[in-house]
């Protein structure tokens, strides 16, 4: 069992910045991959980014390329997404997840674990 809790979500100005942490239980976090998702009233679930245990492998949406970078503290457990020049439409639940099989792959259905979500809210 893994447990996942999140932080850093709040409310920001466009053009802003946020960065998100989440944090793992367990001693297996370094195997696993981990993604980032959002969530807005009445929408799916969708990816953000993804990061495989290793770190080495990164995968954004194309929404957030170049704006968002995903991150890994395999030593403190920690999942981090920054998130720069944010844009109101970035405003959503922002959930972290972990895949075990250590892919950190942009498909939902590939991810075990769930945090509880985090709101983001960019004002315009």
């Known amino acids: 069992q893994v447990q996942l809790v999140e932080s850093g979500g709040g409310l920001v100005q466009a053009g802003g910045s946020l960065r998100l942490s989440c944090v793992a239980s367990?001693?297996?976090?370094?195997?696993?991959?981990m993604g980032w998702f959002r969530q807005t009233p009445g929408k799916e679930r969708e990816f953000v980014a993804g990061?495989?245990?290793?770190?080495?492998?990164?995968y954004y949406a194309d929404s957030v390329k170049g704006r968002f970078t995903i991150s890994k503290d395999n030593a403190k457990n920690t999942v981090y997404l920054q998130m720069n020049s944010l844009k109101p439409e970035d405003t959503a639940v922002y959930y972290c997840?972990?895949?075990?099989?250590?892919?950190?792959?942009?498909?939902?259905?590939?991810?075990?674990?769930w945090g509880q979500g985090t709101q983001v809210t960019v004002s315009s």
């Open positions: 997840a972990a895949d075990l099989y250590g892919r950190g792959s942009t498909a939902s259905r590939s991810y075990d674990y």
């Open positions: 367990g001693r297996t976090f370094s195997r696993h991959g």
């Open positions: 990061i495989n245990w290793s770190g080495g492998s990164t």
